[in-house]
């Protein structure tokens, strides 16, 4: 079989030595992951070994020799070399040797019991350490899910990631150090680290800390019994505001534990909801800087009186409107001023309590606008509120038509049921034929006769409250979207993916370098990252999102009927 | 080695290099017919004239900026995401297939396959649009199921090379694909 060495690039011009590394047999492959230079006493690199296999449970060892020599080859050290294969006994034992600046390599294997005495084929493969240290392989979703066949058909590729990552602990001395073993790898010029990285690690416990305490205040005060009346929890449920507040407490106190986060997706989970966090927070102090400034608050505040009266102005034309003989259909002239005059106080009730509330509505706008700064969501969200509020009366504009219009066709259901001599069982969920008197047949035929003719005038005042109800429901729809957008987008791993790709990874590519004949199969391992559509399905934030709880045929249904329909479900809601 | 000219299933020129890098590794490149000028300026002149012609109608010289921008970047979205340059295969054996896709803009598009996910390459039959066509594909194995195919990677998606092509590509593709058959297993995972 074909060997393939992974050597790390950063080696390249380290001086001889012996490589160290893991052998996976099944793959036949040698992963380096050092070399380590002469003069060194033998038990001590055995030692050193056995304790790395310790802690990182990574079974490294020696592989083989590695020999940089600046002049032509030297017979003498290539015999030392071999020589080194019965000392630390390994099957096969590597040998590779580079001269002077040669770029082609001259790789061989030694194999003391060998079935097969013919040379194998040798591929050597170039990897950049950092990266595929730093980097998480990304299985494809398919194969993800399905969670039977784990350690055997654990590919190639990620037992190579996995070794290099899991043996960070090696890379961690660097030539500075005054140990008994000198060792090349990424690290060994010396170990990086970040002030910045550091001390926000230390200032982190005690911001946790305190931000768990107020967490747990806040929810303190929020669970007491006095929120938990009727009107007031009514009211919480009903209004997306607060829903929108507890999820971000919960995302809060995500990120406030100090429990350490066990594996890459917790980690950029928490990542992901603070990058999430602070962004909201600062688009929304943006946005109370922009509303404060020239009091444009106040002018909103002006404005909102006159645009509600216009819209109750509008409504009233409309009601005009269909008083008289809307679009050319003649309308029971009875019911439709029955009907207009009932929409028509009510609306009258309406104006009347706006302008009651008016000189109220600039203090309660200021104060309201500084909730803002809790982030842009709240503030959408608060939005989507205010719009509900104002237009209530639609609501129940649309209320009383889809009641009146069901009432309207389930009598004539049954009376049609009636008219052709049929009956509903409620026992039996069936129609079952039914024998009626004559007077019932006489009454119920001219009950049916009467609400078929009345049909179009309430139909059509169905119709049009309807049609507006659904224009606000679509307005609100589109801003708890776009609420929701910014709930569920991961934007740390997105920005992860555009300034370090490699650190997510879908996969390796290979680039075939210069070949020289007789020289091994030299190839360059690379990372090849995630693309973005994955990263965001790989990494969204979970959310309360509300979508769309019908089919389209089920809401036709539920309009045609009369039923009142709610078009937008928040996950965790009762099923009605 | 070297390059031959072979059609596409639409009558176009494509080319086909061949690499034998080692006795394991081969590479095979399909060359796509670049972007032509010709159609090049049949489109721009036709979505400027369209533009004129509502100028004139409206008198709102928005309209020609704007067909200025759109054709720009509509030039732009199509050679980084839409025409492909070259499509190659690298098969390496014992380590796997790489499929590679370099677009008119430079961006290249890579999946690399491993050998063990590999089941064979075939080559197989498509209706596409009015044609019958032939296209190359890489069946992958299903991890639960010996006999199963869990999915089909069809190759030079947009090349489509005819058969006398795709024929070459299968015979290089095989010769590799025969040598990890051949090779003694070792114990482990198959």
Redesign the interface.
């Known amino acids: 079989m074909v060997l393939k060495v992974f050597f790390p690039s950063c080696c390249s011009s380290a001086e001889s030595g012996i490589l160290i590394g893991r052998w996976i047999s099944e793959q036949n492959s040698a992963v380096i992951l050092a070399v380590v230079h002469f003069p060194f006493i033998p038990v001590q690199v055995k030692q050193y070994l056995s304790e790395v296999q310790r802690v990182t449970k990574v079974s490294v060892s020696v592989l083989g020799s590695w020999s940089n020599s600046k002049q032509e080859k030297e017979e003498s050290l290539s015999e030392f070399l071999e020589d080194l294969g019965t000392i630390f006994s390994h099957e096969p034992w590597i040998q590779i040797s580079k001269e002077g600046d040669s770029k082609f390599w001259s790789c061989s294997t030694l194999q003391k019991q060998s079935n097969n005495p013919k040379e194998e084929e040798i591929i050597l493969v170039y990897y950049d350490q950092r990266k595929v240290m730093l980097s998480h392989l990304h299985p494809p979703l398919a194969t993800a899910t399905s969670t039977d066949h784990k350690a055997d058909d654990a590919s190639k590729l990620s037992a190579v990631f996995d070794t290099v990552a899991k043996s960070k602990i090696l890379f961690m001395t660097d030539r500075y150090d005054d140990g008994p073993i000198k060792l090349t790898h990424w690290q060994s010029d010396g170990v990086e680290a970040s002030i910045i990285v550091e001390l926000m690690k230390q200032a982190s416990v005690p911001a946790c800390m305190l931000l768990t305490f107020l967490l747990s205040l806040i929810s303190g005060i929020c669970r007491s019994r006095v929120l938990k009346f009727w009107p007031l929890s009514f009211l919480w449920s009903k209004l997306s505001t607060c829903e929108q507040l507890g999820h971000r407490l919960q995302h809060l106190q995500v990120i406030s534990s100090n429990k350490k986060a066990q594996n890459q997706t917790q980690l950029m989970r928490k990542a992901n909801i603070f990058v999430s966090l602070l962004i909201d927070v600062a688009l929304g102090i943006l946005l109370m800087s922009w509303l404060y400034r020239k009091n444009r608050i106040g002018h909103l505040a002006d404005t909102l009186i006159p645009v509600a009266d216009h819209v109750a102005e509008e409504l009233q034309d409309l009601l005009q409107w269909l008083m008289g003989a809307p679009a050319g259909l003649k309308m029971n002239r009875a019911l439709d001023q029955v009907l207009g005059r009932f929409f028509l106080y009510h609306i009258h009730l309406w104006i009347s309590y706006i302008h009651l509330m008016s000189p109220f509505i600039e203090m309660i706008l200021w104060y309201v606008g500084l909730s803002a700064c809790l982030g842009l969501t709240v503030a959408l969200c608060i939005l989507s509120d205010i719009i509900a509020l104002l237009t209530f009366h639609i609501y129940c504009f649309y209320v009383y038509g889809a009641r009146l219009y069901c009432l309207k066709i389930y009598g004539l259901s049954s009376l049609w049921r009636l008219f052709r001599g049929k009956k509903w069982n409620v026992l039996r969920q069936r129609v079952d034929s039914c024998s009626y008197d004559l007077d019932q047949l006489f009454i119920g035929t001219l009950l049916f006769t009467i609400l078929l003719f009345l049909l179009p005038t309430t139909a059509l005042y169905y119709l049009v409250f309807t049609l507006l109800r659904l224009l606000v429901v679509i307005v609100q729809g589109l801003i708890h979207l776009l609420v929701d957008l910014i709930d569920s987008l991961p934007l740390y791993s997105i920005i992860l993916r555009l300034c370090r790709s490699y650190r997510l990874a879908a996969g390796v590519k290979f680039r075939v370098l210069e070949q020289q004949d007789g020289k091994p199969l030299r190839l360059l391992m690379q990372v090849n990252p995630l693309s973005y559509g994955s990263v965001i399905q790989t990494y969204r934030l979970p959310t309360y999102s509300c979508y769309p709880k019908d089919s389209w045929t089920s809401l036709c249904k539920k309009l045609f009927l009369g039923e009142l329909i709610y078009p937008w479900k928040h996950k965790g809601e009762k099923q009605d | 080695m070297g390059e031959r000219r072979y059609r596409s299933a639409s009558g176009a020129l494509v080319a086909l290099r061949r690499r034998q890098?080692?006795?394991?590794?081969r590479?095979l490149a399909v060359r796509c017919p670049r972007l032509q000028l010709r159609s090049l300026s049949a489109v721009t002149s036709a979505v400027w004239l369209a533009a004129y012609g509502l100028f004139v109608l409206s008198e709102n010289s928005m309209v020609l900026s704007a067909a200025i921008f759109i054709t720009l970047f509509g030039l732009i979205i199509y050679l980084h995401f839409v025409k492909v340059d070259q499509e190659s295969l690298?098969v390496?054996?014992?380590?796997g297939i790489?499929v590679?896709s370099s677009y008119a803009s430079g961006r290249e598009s890579?999946?690399?396959i491993?050998m063990?996910?590999v089941k064979d390459v075939v080559i197989n039959e498509a209706i596409h649009m009015q044609k019958v066509i032939y296209y190359l594909c890489i069946l992958l194995q299903d991890?639960?199921d010996p006999q199963g195919v869990?999915?089909v990677v069809p190759l030079f998606q947009s090349s489509k090379p005819r058969l006398d092509c795709l024929i070459e590509v299968y015979k290089s593709c095989q010769e590799i694909l025969e040598q990890r058959k051949t090779?003694?297993q070792?114990?482990?995972?198959k």
Not at chain 2, 21 to 25: D, F, G, P, T, W
Not at chain 2, 92 to 95: C, K, M, Q, R, Y
Not at chain 2, 186 to 189: A, L, P, V, Y
């Open positions: 890098h080692s006795a394991s590794c590479e690298l390496i054996g014992s380590l790489q590679t890579t999946t690399f491993e063990g996910q991890p639960g869990s999915e090779a003694p070792s114990s482990g995972i």
